[in-house]
């Protein structure tokens, strides 16, 4: 994103590429980075949503690219806030995905709930509480070694 690399239509379109500049969220003809994900009225609803945006406003109101935006939220905010970031701006980008390639309409709720399931999923997945049961084949294989080894 902060590479310029994602194929955002106003970019596309300086590239060479013949397409329509307009948001599909808003309609607005003007579909830049800073756009898509800060100034598009729709995106405020979700950020809103997000209890994050009074940071997101202030940053905006310090810097003067999209990019440097980004960055300095990312130095900013809490870790947590941070993954709450980064969910929120995928769950955006796939929402504008969704609505160019499939014409698939959704609601600002629809956005936030996937990103906030994104980050739960990752917590799960990653909880160090997780422990496989005492008759895996790790645990087999484990007791299996720790016999082997002679002690003097």
Same mark, same amino acid.
């Given at each position: 994103m902060c590479q310029g690399c994602l194929p955002i239509r106003v970019g596309l379109l300086d590239k060479g590429v013949r397409c329509p500049t307009h948001?599909?969220?808003? &309609?607005?003809?003007?579909? %830049?980075?800073?756009?898509?994900i800060f100034y598009c009225p729709f995106v405020v609803h979700v950020w809103h949503m997000t209890d994050i945006w009074g940071v997101i406003q202030h940053a905006i109101q310090s810097t003067t690219l999209a990019t440097e935006t980004i960055l300095l939220l990312l130095d900013t905010l809490s870790a947590e806030q941070n993954q709450r970031l980064a969910v929120t701006l995928w769950s955006l980008w796939k929402?504008? &995905?969704?609505?160019?390639? %499939?014409?698939?309409?959704?609601?600002?709720a629809t956005i936030v709930e996937r990103a906030k399931n994104l980050v739960d999923n990752?917590?799960?997945?990653?909880?160090?509480?997780?422990?496989?049961p005492a008759t895996s084949a790790t645990?087999?294989?484990?007791?299996?070694?720790?016999?082997?080894i002679g002690y003097n």
């Open positions: 948001c599909v969220s808003c &309609n607005s003809n003007y579909e %830049d980075l800073a756009h898509l929402h504008r &995905n969704l609505k160019v390639w %499939d014409d698939v309409t959704e609601v600002s990752w917590r799960l997945a990653n909880a160090y509480s997780i422990v496989a645990t087999l294989w484990w007791g299996a070694f720790s016999r082997s």
